[in-house]
């Protein structure tokens, strides 16, 4: 089977009502945390998000499947408005990596690091 290209997905999603264009450029990344658990809780309500260990792979722990991960990382692109290319997902596959991700992608983020969130 062919794999579905992310990027395409986000592009469409982009061209589409155009209500995306409500990213703050003072956010913290504790907003980027909370936006990423908000994200992770829309493809699995059921799973404890602060059990989630946050340097492990997120699909493992979640028990979710790609079509889910993919949902997941729309679901960010459509709250944040960014463009995550396809070369980027493996980036995304632990809560550490999706916060240190998206944080460098973000327009100006004011970001206050915890030392205890930065593996992954």
């Given at each position: 089977m062919k794999r579905f290209s992310l990027?395409?997905?986000c592009s469409v999603i982009s061209t589409k009502g155009g209500s995306a264009q409500r990213i703050a450029t003072t956010m913290t990344e504790s907003d980027i945390?909370?936006?990423v658990k908000r994200a992770l809780s829309n493809i699995a309500p059921e799973i404890d998000l602060d059990a989630i260990?946050?340097?492990k792979d997120l699909r493992e722990q979640m028990d979710i499947d790609s079509v889910d991960?993919?949902?997941f990382v729309i679901g960010l692109h459509k709250e944040l408005n960014i463009e995550i290319p396809d070369a980027d997902?493996?980036?995304l596959t632990t809560f550490n990596g999706c916060v240190a991700y998206l944080t460098a992608r973000l327009p100006n983020?004011?970001?206050a690091r915890d030392s205890t969130?930065?593996?992954g």
């Open positions: 990027l395409f997905a945390r909370e936006i260990d946050p340097g991960f993919l949902n997902v493996a980036k983020p004011q970001t969130h930065q593996s």
